[in-house]
Nanobody, 122 residues
Framework: QVQLLESEGGLVQAGGSLKLACTAS????????MGWYRQAPGKERELVAA???????NIADSVKGRFTISRDNVKNTVYLQMNSLKPEDTAIYRC????????????????WGQGTQVTVSS
């Protein structure tokens, strides 16, 4: 069993920055990569960024150049640095780990955090 705990999101003005953290406990997440997903009202869940155990990343085109993902294996934590935020980045962000997470197709065995709200005002 893996527990994922996300840091609080928040309200930020367009153009601002925010950093999210996701810390894993229980069984380590060494077997799978970690990913950040988001879901806005009325929209489907989408991959934002994911990172493998070896540090390879998969970044969505919509956030490429603005968001970066990194991980600290000692702290069992994955970070999502979000810069140049736009109103369309407003969503609930959740971290996950499990098969398919890296590729943007999380399977039934995915572990998820509770989600955190990020709101970007114009």
């Amino acid at each position: 069993q893996v527990q994922l705990l996300e840091s609080e999101g928040g309200l930020v003005q367009a153009g601002g920055s925010l950093k999210l953290a996701c810390t894993a406990s229980g069984r380590t997440f060494g077997g799978y990569g970690m990913g950040w997903y988001r879901q806005a009202p009325g929209k489907e869940r989408e991959l934002v960024a994911a990172i493998t155990n070896g540090g390879r990343t998969n970044i969505a085109d919509s956030v490429k150049g603005r968001f970066t993902i990194s991980r600290d294996n000692v702290k069992n934590t994955v970070y999502l640095q979000m810069n140049s935020l736009k109103p369309e980045d407003t969503a609930i962000y959740r971290c996950g780990t499990g098969p398919g997470v890296i590729l943007g197709v999380p399977g039934a065995g995915t572990y998820w955090g509770q989600g955190t709200q990020v709101t970007v005002s114009s």
